[in-house]
Nanobody
């Protein structure tokens, strides 16, 4: 009914860059906040960055100045440009969105993608 699909993960050396994309599709009326979370082995899932449907953005302190979140509202897409990557950025990255679905579609407080692996080698 509503689906989030991520792409763009992979293996990169420290100091390198990656760009993640996430497309929301399905029976969608509107999308409020979209964002990226990550979860490293043995750690809790944490917020990396989020963006409202306007221009407000929020970043975790650990990624400020290195990562940039952006949205293309016409395409229901959110991006995460990751520069100056560090080994500690290694994690599974999940797309998250607060979506208002069409009538008849169960509404969840949050929708999640399946996750994409980002591995940064030292």
């Amino acid at each position: 009914q509503v689906q989030l699909v991520e792409s763009g993960g992979g293996l990169v050396q420290a100091g390198g860059s990656l760009r993640l994309s996430c497309v929301a599709s399905g029976r969608i009326v509107s999308i409020n906040t979209m964002g990226w979370y990550r979860q490293a082995p043995g750690k809790q899932r944490e917020l990396v960055a989020s963006a409202t449907s306007g221009t407000n953005t929020h970043y975790a302190d650990s990624v400020k100045g290195r990562f940039t979140i952006s949205r293309d509202n016409a395409k229901n897409t959110v991006y995460l440009q990751m520069n100056s990557l560090k080994p500690e950025d290694t994690a599974v990255y999940y797309c998250n969105a607060r979506i208002i679905p069409e009538l008849g579609v169960p509404m969840l407080p949050n929708y999640w993608g399946q996750g994409t692996q980002v591995t940064v080698s030292s």
